[in-house]
């Protein structure tokens, strides 16, 4: 069994952080410039790497951009599987960790929804962006239906309710980044919140009551 060299392991160490910062930098082009407008130019000037890097790591532009997308869904998806796990295994307390954990600045913050949105609104050139950005399917729809089928008991309700239910609150928060998008400076985070408890507690009533 061989064993990685100390330089080996630097060298390991080394690529991981070009990666991460050319990741970085794109994600900032994005940002600044929309999708489109994210050049290679500005991402090797961020970045203070050169283009070869971005060749060896990527291949090419747009599987850099692809990597964005990837990454903060990733990072979305750990951060929404913490809060919920934390939550313990009560769906109330669940649903009330996600509602927080999707409005807590690390995630709904300008930098990151614009970047977000920048994805959706090019999402149809390319099916892997889509798959990284949407929220019908994936973790994060797996997580919400598994909360409102525990919510929503099938002798007490229709067979389809927790899928409805899910796909409610998807249109629901899917509704309050838009508005965060559109006004950043106005948005109160506690009134989002409360919105999505009022909203959670018509659907669940029977479920909900008294908490």
Not at 23 to 51: F, K, M, P, V, Y
Not at 59 to 71: I, M, P
Not at 156 to 167: E, G, K, M, T, W
Not at 194 to 202: E, F, K, N, P, S
Request: glycine fraction near 6%.
């Amino acid at each position: 069994m061989t064993t990685d060299t100390p330089l080996k392991k630097a060298r390991d160490l080394s690529k991981a952080q070009s990666r991460a910062r050319l990741i970085d930098a794109a994600a900032t082009s994005i940002h600044r410039h929309g999708l489109r407008g994210a050049t290679i130019g500005e991402i090797q000037a961020i970045s203070n790497l050169s283009r070869g890097m971005i060749n060896l790591h990527f291949k090419s532009k747009e599987n850099l951009l692809l990597a964005v997308a990837e990454h903060l869904a990733n990072a979305y998806d750990a951060h929404m599987e913490q809060a919920i796990n934390a939550a313990g295994s009560d769906p109330k307390a669940q649903l009330l960790a996600l509602f927080r954990a999707d409005l807590d600045p690390n995630i709904l913050n300008s930098r990151d929804v614009s970047i977000w949105f920048s994805f959706r609104a090019e999402g149809h050139t390319n099916p892997q962006f889509q798959t990284c950005i949407g929220t019908r399917s994936g973790h994060f729809a797996r997580l919400l239906k598994g909360i409102c089928k525990a919510l929503t008991p099938i002798p007490h309700h229709p067979v389809n309710a927790p899928a409805l239910a899910a796909s409610a609150l998807v249109s629901l928060l899917e509704g309050i980044w838009t508005d965060f998008h559109l006004n950043p400076d106005n948005f109160n985070r506690e009134e989002a919140l409360q919105t999505c408890l009022y909203v959670a507690d018509r659907l669940f009533a029977d479920q909900l009551q008294g908490q």
